[in-house]
């Protein structure tokens, strides 16, 4: 009795070829086939770079987030003074920022003082937000103190202040030059509270990678924050840097109990959380729409193979007839389309690494093209178009792709194997 051959044996795959190379005039559908190529290409393109595209977005928005904020800000929960007034100070910050230091998973914790004043230099003024610190807190600031925009001397911080590159960009300082800075909460007489103007120079210019950051923040040292804001011997918050920012609920109690009665708890993820879940929401669409392109795509398989089925149908019979089995035409057209889908994957994936790898020179050669201006940093928060390439987006990519192409594959291929012999031969 003859051995039955297994499957996917050598004579299937020359079939497949065959008919995959065929010229129109002799039944092949080669124009089909390259439509469904360069459709899977440039769909599975697309989704890898989207993916890349978001992941890089997701991740400088994070990274610029925490390089130059706290983890989690420390408040005291406020006591009413003499005048009624609540005041939210915190007397004994160096013992919290301690105890805060000790707790397991702490990395630093900082006292702070900050305030809302006018920066004015020569005719050009600007509101920014202040932010009193010890110069070795702030070198501890990665999106401060290892800024590669940033310019200056910080070792020179306890002198002067530090700016952010477009808090500079707006009153047209520099370093070196000296700037006034203008509290509503001043001096108080017996005439009611006077602004205070002190002036300072700018000993470093930096830049945080945030737009929002850069263009209002500015850094004084702790005890010239104390003085100018009326805050002597008290801080308005601790900040506290952790080792696994992303991870914050297990240490957010023993940070609590570590601060004392009455502190109350801001992470970032709550300064945040908002746009990161508008963030996943948006991914995950994005994700779905994509998906459905790689289908659109896909299907031209299908009328591909349809056409080559039809085509075809006499040397189906003529196969049938000569003892191939239902099985074996049924992975000859199976690979006709799947061959299809593999080739447009591996193409999408390579233009899409691509894309990924060299996204600032492609970002900047269609800037130029346009004129510049693609990219408003006032509106999107950074300053250029991020890309971050991770395997699991790459691997989610081909699995969707070959899945699908797969899938439709299966139908005409089993259409295919199914069809009558003498029906195939009636006319023939």
């Known amino acids: 009795m003859a051995k039955s051959p297994p499957p996917f044996a050598p004579f299937e795959w020359k079939i497949a070829w065959r008919y995959l190379r065929a010229r129109r005039a002799e039944g092949g559908v080669s124009v089909m086939t390259w439509i469904s190529l360069i459709g899977i290409t440039l769909a599975v393109f697309a989704l890898i770079a989207t993916l890349a595209v978001r992941s890089g977005f997701r991740s400088e928005f994070v990274g610029t987030i925490l390089g130059a904020n706290a983890h989690v800000t420390v408040y005291a929960a406020g006591e009413l003074?003499?005048?009624?007034?609540?005041?939210?100070?915190?007397?004994?910050?160096?013992?919290?920022?301690?105890?805060?230091?000790?707790?397991?998973?702490?990395?630093?914790?900082?006292?702070?003082?900050?305030?809302?004043?006018?920066?004015?230099?020569?005719?050009r003024s600007s509101g920014v937000q202040v932010?009193?610190?010890?110069?070795?807190?702030?070198?501890d600031l990665p999106g401060v103190a290892d800024s590669e925009q940033a310019y200056g001397d910080l070792s020179r911080f306890s002198d002067g202040i530090a700016i952010g590159s477009g808090v500079a960009r707006a009153i047209g300082a520099t370093v070196g030059d000296r700037v006034k800075l203008t509290s509503p909460n001043?001096?108080?007489?017996?005439?009611?509270?006077?602004?205070?103007?002190?002036?300072?120079?700018?000993?470093?210019?930096?830049?945080?990678?945030?737009?929002?950051?850069?263009?209002?923040?500015?850094?004084?040292?702790?005890?010239?924050?104390?003085?100018?804001?009326?805050r002597d011997g008290v801080a308005d918050e601790v900040e506290v840097m952790v080792e696994r920012p992303e991870e914050l609920t297990p240490i957010l109690i023993p940070i609590l109990e570590a601060a004392g009665e009455r502190s109350q708890l801001w992470t970032w993820q709550d300064a945040s959380g908002g746009?990161?879940?508008?963030?996943?929401?948006?991914?995950n669409v994005m994700f779905i729409i994509l998906s459905i392109l790689v289908l659109i795509a896909a299907m031209n398989i299908v009328s591909g193979l349809i056409m080559l089925v039809k085509n075809k149908s006499s040397d189906i019979g003529i196969l049938r007839t000569i003892g191939l089995s239902e099985g074996s035409v049924l992975?000859?057209?199976?690979?006709?389309?799947?061959?299809?889908?593999?080739?447009?994957?591996?193409?999408?994936?390579?233009?899409?690494?691509?894309?990924?790898?060299?996204?600032?020179?492609?970002?900047?050669?269609?800037?130029?093209?346009?004129?510049?201006?693609?990219?408003?940093?006032?509106?999107?928060?950074?300053?250029?178009?991020?890309?971050?390439?991770?395997?699991?987006?790459?691997?989610?990519?081909?699995?969707?792709?070959?899945?699908?192409s797969f899938l439709v594959t299966y139908f005409p291929a089993r259409r295919a194997a199914r069809l009558n012999p003498v029906e195939a031969l009636r006319y023939e």
Request: with cysteine; net charge negative.
């Open 331 to 404: 992975r000859v057209f199976f690979i006709c389309g799947a061959f299809t889908g593999i080739i447009g994957t591996v193409m999408g994936v390579i233009l899409g690494c691509l894309f990924a790898i060299y996204i600032d020179p492609i970002f900047s050669f269609v800037n130029f093209i346009m004129g510049g201006g693609v990219w408003d940093p006032s509106i999107r928060g950074i300053y250029a178009l991020p890309a971050e390439l991770h395997l699991s987006d790459v691997l989610k990519a081909v699995g969707l792709s070959l899945g699908l």
């Open 275 to 283: 746009f990161l879940r508008a963030l996943e929401v948006e991914d």
């Open 186 to 230: 001043g001096v108080k007489t017996a005439f009611g509270t006077s602004p205070r103007v002190n002036a300072y120079e700018v000993v470093y210019v930096f830049s945080a990678g945030r737009y929002d950051i850069d263009r209002t923040r500015v850094y004084m040292p702790f005890t010239e924050a104390q003085e100018f804001f009326n």
């Open 131 to 139: 932010f009193g610190i010890r110069p070795d807190d702030l070198s």
């Open 81 to 123: 003074d003499a005048q009624g007034r609540l005041d939210r100070t915190i007397t004994d910050f160096d013992g919290m920022a301690e105890r805060i230091a000790q707790v397991p998973g702490v990395e630093r914790a900082a006292p702070l003082v900050k305030g809302q004043v006018l920066i004015t230099n020569a005719d």
